[in-house]
């Protein structure tokens, strides 16, 4: 028998729970309608500067960005081949209905905190069956602090729309272990390929978790099938591996637009400067007082321990699911989950803290790019939000009624509002303060395997900060005079006058995809000087030479890959199968 959709989706919005769970959320959001911005926060003034430039590729004609090309003092940088699309593609979208690029930012923050407590209350209501209990496993997933430390302190974006992920992660492959429908297959696939899309930091720690829940819903499922012609429960059970498998395996062909040019091209981007010095996450370890210290602050990240912000479990969320632990006995209907996710959350905070060292050690090619082990809280987040729900659905009857569902929701509001509270501050987002940021701070920068030394400024500096028309092409011998006619995020043309054969450098990093024509027949260019700048060697007389960032074979197959991969997904959902 086929799930009416439509029925289903109409009793999980028509539920009183639903409504309740928007008008709470919108404490904790209402400090982004206010006017001005956090642009203190710590990647604040990054989400808006990457928006502008993508936004900048995306008229200059790029239908998926990879280059930012005022990064790096304007010689530019390959930032969407390493940061996934989701965030920049949605606040692009608003963009070009006419929101500013805060505005834009704002509103994408705002719709992924609220979309994160949606997924995590379809989770919870489905597992706990129990909507008042997921009512509170979604105010959790809501309040708990490292959320709000996302949203107002840290201004993660990316983090933020990853969050939204989970939950619908672990719904689809429970229905899956539920029904074995193809449509089931579909979501777990297109959800697991949004996680990858919204944060590959991220998904890869999510991943392992994924992982264990895929295969500890196997073994609940050898528990309860029965023998059946001769097969034994756990021969039936592992039937569950093929189109759990087969989800995983599409979602990464969804994200191969992504993950693809990644395999193939990061090799040509220096990483020390992203896993060295201040970002080695060797010097990121929690103590065991970060976790539960109720302290909450505004600045930047600090070496063994000394963070001068909030990364803290939360008081309610780890209490609660001490609770939950505690009346284990008393329920039969989410004691296997509350045993799994208490499982998860004991082993990431051992995870976090410097106990687990040498474990790092065995893994540190790949753990570095995670940079801080503390962004395990992501994990914590989601497990003690459930564990907070599976509480109430725990203690009996009595808990599991409205009223008791919506006092506790209340205390989450209620202890974590004063963290919903952003240090807003006046800022202007141009070409010129974003030169400001990147000379003063030393942000938006970063290297390719053709740069000997990373620069401190260029000469499109001065230009930038006077708001002139950018010099982007120059000649290097004499007797040759170079023009910049037109310049965008994804392309520059130049007038090149040569009484003879002449060099032109352009003020833009060498990295491949690029491309140049002289007077529209295609001419080699190749990296030259420390800074690893784009050269094209040009005869006598008067030219039209183009530069253009065009796709390569990586990102065009991963591109095709992602396009079938995704109707392929779009025709599960709708296979009378599922």
């Known amino acids: 028998m086929r799930d009416n959709i439509p029925q289903r989706f109409s009793s999980f919005i028509l539920h009183p729970s639903f409504f309740i769970l928007l008008a709470l959320c919108a404490f904790a959001l209402a400090p982004l309608t206010a006017p001005g911005y956090f642009s203190l926060a710590h990647d604040a003034r990054h989400s808006v500067y990457f928006l502008r430039m993508f936004d900048q590729s995306i008229r200059d004609g790029a239908w998926y960005p990879r280059w930012a090309a005022d990064m790096v003092f304007g010689y530019g940088y390959p930032l969407w081949l390493i940061l996934a699309p989701i965030p920049f593609f949605a606040g692009e979208a608003f963009h070009l209905v006419g929101l500013d690029f805060v505005s834009a930012v704002k509103l994408v923050d705002g719709l992924a905190f609220l979309g994160a407590a949606l997924t995590m209350f379809l989770f919870a209501s489905r597992v706990l069956r129990n909507k008042n209990a997921a009512l509170v496993a979604a105010i959790a997933y809501a309040y708990i602090p490292y959320h709000l430390v996302d949203l107002y302190v840290r201004a993660a974006q990316a983090e933020l ?88 395996a599409l979602a990464l062909g969804i994200a191969a637009i992504f993950l693809l040019p990644i395999l193939f091209e990061q090799r040509y981007l220096t990483s020390d400067p992203l896993i060295g010095g201040f970002f080695n996450y060797r010097k990121h370890f929690l103590n065991v007082s970060q976790l539960l210290s109720p302290f909450w602050g505004y600045g930047y990240a600090g070496e063994y321990g000394n963070d001068q912000f909030s990364l803290q479990l939360g008081l309610m969320p780890t209490l609660l699911a001490l609770v939950a632990l505690w009346a284990l006995a008393q329920t039969r209907a989410s004691r296997a989950s509350i045993v ?33 082990p503390w962004r395990l809280l992501i994990i914590t987040t989601f497990a003690l939000a459930f564990l907070a729900g599976a509480a109430m659905d725990a203690l009996g009857e009595e808990a599991r009624g409205s009223a008791p569902a919506l006092a506790v929701a209340l ?46 400024t260029s000469p499109l500096v001065e230009q930038y900060l006077a708001g002139e028309k950018l010099t982007r092409a120059v000649a290097l011998d004499e007797g040759a005079q170079v023009e910049t006619l037109r310049y965008g995020g994804q392309s520059v043309e130049a007038r090149v006058e040569a009484r003879a054969p002449a060099r032109v450098l352009f003020y833009t990093r ?22 690893g700048l784009i050269l094209a060697r040009v005869p006598a007389g008067t030219h039209v030479l183009r530069l253009r960032f065009e796709d390569t074979p990586p990102r065009w197959l991963g591109a095709i890959i992602s396009a079938i991969s995704l109707g392929i997904a779009l025709a599960m959902l709708k296979s009378r199968k599922g």
């Open 411 to 456: 205390l989450f509001v209620t202890a974590s509002y004063p963290y919903a509270a952003p240090q807003h501050t006046e800022a202007m987002f141009n070409l010129q303060t974003q030169m400001e940021f990147e000379v003063k701070y030393g942000e938006l920068l970063g290297d390719t395997i053709w740069t000997i030394e990373r620069p401190k």
């Open 161 to 248: 729309v990853a969050l939204v992920f989970p939950p619908l992660i672990f719904w689809a492959f429970h229905r899956l272990a539920e029904t074995r429908r193809v449509r089931h297959i579909a979501i777990a696939a297109l959800a697991y390929a949004g996680l990858i899309l919204a944060h590959i930091q991220s998904a890869f720690l999510f991943t392992p978790v994924i992982g264990l829940y895929i295969l500890w819903l196997v073994a609940q499922e050898g528990g309860r099938q029965p023998v059946v012609g001769g097969q034994t429960r756990w021969f039936a059970a592992l039937r569950l591996l093929m189109p759990a498998a087969g989800a995983l």
């Open 340 to 372: 799994f996710f208490v499982t998860v959350v004991a082993a990431t905070i051992f995870a976090m803290l410097p106990v687990s060292a040498s474990l790092w050690e065995m893994w540190a090619g790949v753990v570095a790019f995670t940079q801080f």
């Open 510 to 531: 060498y990295f491949p995809g690029w491309t140049a024509a002289l007077d529209g027949q295609p001419i080699g260019i190749e990296p030259y000087g420390e800074q």
